[in-house]
Each structure stands twice: as structure tokens, then as C-alpha cells.
């Protein structure tokens, strides 16, 4: 939990105690459901909540919006995002529902107000955003047709509404198709040798 505040010095006490309080409910609820790799537990703060939490270095959501997580699986980048930003509304989708449960019971606990989980296949939601955020589940072209017709048409914000990418090693490929995709490298922002190879890609959808 250091690793957060040294990046993010100017948190409340309340978001600090919120993410401090993350490790202990998924180290317990991931007994029952495997919502972070077992793997990468013991790291939990960097290569979970902060790495999230390099969506909040690119950019800041403004009150009132609406962002998708799309297949938010353990609730991330949703859960940390909705923390840092608590006047944004974060809607986290995932087609799981033992994994879509367990998130309803970290939300309870945590008594956030501006998280809602939804079991339901995100290609076929209805709902309008402004954002979406998603975290390596597909291919960019993927998600990027999934959400190209949930956008909100007019965008409230300083940029086009659109979609955050956490991702990870060479996309080359991955952005052929998308000229004006936006890289962040996040070692720009981070200095542990995790952050090396990742990054945010920023695609507007309208």
C-alpha cells in the first residue's frame, strides 16, 4: 500500500483506507473464486491496484460520468478506479456470476456508492458511456467492435469519449488498425521494473 501513496500522495483518508482494505478481501474471497492470479498475489499493490491505477496518471474522470468496465473479471481496473474517482459512476460487467457475486460483497464492505455489477455478455449491453476501461481481456479490434455503438454521442469531457486499454508487451500488431491510438508507456509515470513493458492505449470511439 506505500507503492500507492508514494504515486498518489494527495488521497483521502477515506480512498486510503479503501485500498488499503483491498488485499485482505480478495486474499480472502480469492479462497472461494480465483479473482487474482494466485500467481501474482503477493504483489498484489503493484501489478493489481497500481497498475489500475495508471488509468488515473493519463487522465481524470469527471463527476457524473458514466465508465464500463468490460470483463472486469476481479473487479479491476473498476474497483480501484471507482475509489480514486467516488463522483463517477463505474459500472462493472462481467459474464461470470460467481465472480460478479463476490464483487457485490467487496462493494458492500468497502460501502461504495458509485460501483455496479452486472452479470450480463458486454457486447450485448444496451446502456450509453462515456468511457469504457478494460484490462487485456481481448484483442483491441475485439472490444473495439464490441463498444463502438455504446458511446454516448456527445462527450462532456476535454477529449472524445472513448476507451482505456491496460495492456502489456509489444501490440504492435494489436494497432495497426487504429493509426490514432494514443500509447502511454507507464514507466513514464511509474519506476518499478513491472512497468517497463506496460502501458494505457487510448482509442476514441466517436
Not at 493489481?48 to 472486469?72: R, W
Not at 476535454?158 to 508507456?185: S, V
Request: proline residues 4%; hydrophobic residues 40%.
Amino acid at each position: 500500500m506505500e507503492l500507492i501513496k508514494k504515486y498518489f500522495p494527495n488521497l483521502l483518508d477515506q480512498q486510503i483506507y479503501r485500498l488499503s482494505s483491498l488485499k485482505n478481501l480478495y486474499a480472502y474471497w480469492n479462497a472461494y473464486v480465483n479473482l487474482v492470479s494466485r500467481k501474482t498475489f503477493h504483489d498484489f499493490y503493484q501489478q493489481h491496484v497500481l497498475f489500475c491505477l495508471g488509468i488515473a496518471k493519463v487522465f481524470s474522470f469527471d463527476p457524473g460520468s458514466c465508465v464500463l468496465d468490460l470483463g472486469t473479471g476481479g473487479g479491476f481496473p473498476g474497483i480501484p478506479l471507482s475509489i480514486v474517482f467516488p463522483h463517477t459512476k463505474f459500472i462493472l460487467v462481467d459474464s461470470i456470476r460467481k465472480k460478479i457475486k463476490i464483487i457485490e460483497k467487496i462493494i458492500y464492505h468497502l460501502h461504495l456508492k458509485n460501483v455496479y455489477p452486472i452479470c450480463f455478455r458486454a457486447e450485448k449491453l444496451e446502456n450509453k458511456f462515456d468511457f469504457v476501461v478494460t484490462r487485456a481481456v481481448k484483442k483491441i479490434n475485439i472490444i473495439h467492435n464490441w463498444t463502438k455503438d455504446k458511446f454516448k454521442y456527445k462527450s462532456n469531457s476535454r477529449i472524445k469519449n472513448g476507451t482505456f486499454y491496460l495492456k502489456g508487451g509489444n501490440i504492435y500488431d494489436e494497432l495497426k488498425e487504429f493509426p490514432y491510438a494514443i500509447e502511454y508507456p507507464l514507466n513514464s509515470y511509474f519506476e518499478e521494473p513491472f512497468f517497463i513493458t506496460k502501458k494505457i492505449v487510448w482509442i476514441s470511439n466517436i
